[in-house]
């Protein structure tokens, strides 16, 4: 791209970052004090607000970018995102949304330790809610590497780092100054820029092709160098036995792992009633499901229009066929049309990463500081305050998902996100439905549950060919690779409903009938509800 071209581009960027900033600061002079204020926005949103800062929270960096990159680069193997991430809301909205919301105040702590002895459950909660933030928070920090990098016209791994450092100081300010509104008021006007933006890119693959959508496929197919397989399950996980499990594995972890997302579950507190977080969550299923139809057309569209070697020589794993597609239907690179489209598409992307990544941080700061740092203090004299406490932790987790997102750079977000998906369906599903349905959980089998989920899901990563023994690893220099699938959810996702079982039938603690009786009672009609 030219300097003037750049100029625009970057102008459009940064108007974004200085509209979100502007909401941040008008957000700060609230008070922010309470800490119902700053975990939940003062409980004052819409259905329909809340529905859009749902989407506008869950079509992150791997949505946008690794999706349509792994359909433009797989084809039909890449649909299995699609289908896992929206057929998971139906998971959430019929065993979660109401029940959390009237079960618990700002975390998923919050309604397991309605029946449990609470400092060993909100410390186990707490350290998974942590982790599966953090590697959510990698993936967008990832992304937003590979997008700067490209809209300056930069690939070298210096601009992709201080991209990555640059994301993270912001979401570090968002989260610290505006709390869960100015959150949430982002995450709303980037839904809304998101949505905009993938209709009018849908729109314009449709017309390249006069409307054809089976010649978009046809065309799709050729151009990827792989024919009719490009549109047929195997190309990326049929080769092997091992690859069909890995397919397995990933299905199971972005259908079941959307409930356990703390950073979603923290959503459903910021509205007044149960049946408010159910129609919130209606509205967001209709908003995801059109944006991951659109991103089928626009990952063939990528695959038939740019082409596959095109995407992989800008970035291996595809992040970037979104802009690159755009860039390509304005006009061609050097083409006034095509900066713009591609400056707009990069702004609404980024955009999608600010406002993920402070939802994200704030889900995680509000566990350090309402369940790790309330249990761990408790009774020990005069302590911080919870807002400041979380506020503290907000540039800690920061910090600790920049080190990580330089480190993990080359691999694909929605790779990533996953991962991230795999843990927590395997440390926070497990322990969330057994304390809503199982009349005799007890607080061991709770804690087991968490860290029987969380320990084999991180450690059989570690094993697995992301981290070593594969020339797209982590570390492709040395080889500690015990576990041949990428995703560990086929194994721990069992595993943590297995610890959660066993600790609560080898336990002496009998469980309280009229504890669950209470919270049975409340989380079906919302009886005492805060």
Request: proline fraction near 3%.
């Amino acid at each position: 791209m030219t300097g003037g071209h750049q100029t625009l581009a970057l102008l459009l960027f940064s108007g974004f970052v200085a509209v979100t900033l502007g909401i941040t600061t008008w957000v700060s002079r609230r008070r922010q004090g309470s800490a119902e204020e700053f975990y939940a926005g003062g409980r004052l949103f819409s259905p329909m607000e809340n529905g859009f800062a749902i989407a506008g929270d869950y079509m992150s960096a791997a949505s946008f970018l690794g999706v349509t990159g792994l359909i433009a680069l797989y084809g039909y193997d890449g649909l299995l995102y699609v289908v896992g991430f929206l057929v998971a809301w139906l998971v959430v909205l019929f065993l979660v949304a109401e029940l959390v919301r009237n079960c618990g105040r700002f975390t998923l702590a919050d309604v397991v330790a309605a029946r449990m002895r609470e400092r060993p459950v909100r410390i186990a909660a707490g350290t998974s809610s942590v982790a599966v933030s953090v590697m959510y928070l990698v993936a967008q920090m990832v992304g937003a590497g590979s997008l700067v990098a490209l809209l300056l016209g930069r690939t070298s791994g210096a601009a992709q780092s201080w991209t990555v450092i640059g994301v993270g100081a912001l979401m570090v300010v968002y989260v610290t100054l505006g709390g869960m509104r100015a959150t949430t008021w982002i995450q709303i006007v980037k839904a809304v820029l998101l949505l905009s933006g993938t209709v009018v890119l849908t729109v314009l693959v449709l017309l390249r092709f006069h409307g054809d959508f089976d010649r978009l496929l046809v065309t799709a197919a050729e151009r990827s160098g792989e024919g009719k397989a490009f549109l047929a399950p195997g190309l990326k996980y049929g080769g092997s036995w091992t690859a069909r499990l890995d397919f397995i594995s990933l299905g199971l972890a972005l259908v079941l792992g959307t409930a356990g997302l703390p950073h979603i579950l923290s959503r459903f507190y910021t509205v007044p009633t149960a049946r408010a977080a159910r129609r919130s969550t209606v509205w967001s299923i209709g908003l995801i499901g059109g944006f991951y139809l659109m991103t089928i057309v626009l990952g063939f569209g990528a695959a038939a229009v740019v082409r596959p070697e095109v995407l992989r020589g800008s970035n291996a794993a595809g992040n970037t066929a979104m802009p690159l597609l755009a860039l390509d239907l304005g006009g061609g690179t050097g083409s006034t049309g095509g900066t713009v489209l591609f400056a707009v598409v990069a702004a609404v992307a980024f955009a999608t990463i600010l406002a993920v990544v402070a939802g994200i941080t704030l889900a995680s700061s509000a566990s350090v500081a309402h369940d790790l740092y309330a249990s761990l203090r408790r009774g020990r004299g005069k302590a911080r305050s919870e807002v400041a406490v979380a506020r503290f932790a907000a540039v800690g987790i920061g910090v600790v998902a920049i080190a990580l997102g330089l480190l993990a750079r080359d691999l694909n977000v929605a790779f990533l996100v996953g991962l991230a998906f795999a843990v927590a369906a395997s440390a926070n599903l497990p322990v969330l439905l057994y304390s809503l349905f199982w009349r005799h959980f007890t607080t061991r089998g709770a804690v087991w549950s968490v860290y029987g989920g969380l320990l084999p899901a991180l450690g059989l990563v570690l094993l697995s060919p992301v981290v070593s023994g594969s020339p797209g690893s982590l570390f492709p220099g040395v080889d500690f690779q015990y576990f041949p699938l990428q995703n560990p959810g086929i194994v721990s996702i069992p595993l943590g409903f297995l610890a959660g079982w066993l600790g609560t039938v080898t336990s002496d603690e009998v469980a309280d009938e009229a504890k669950y009786a209470e919270t049975e009672v409340r989380s079906l009609t919302g009886a005492g509800a805060v």
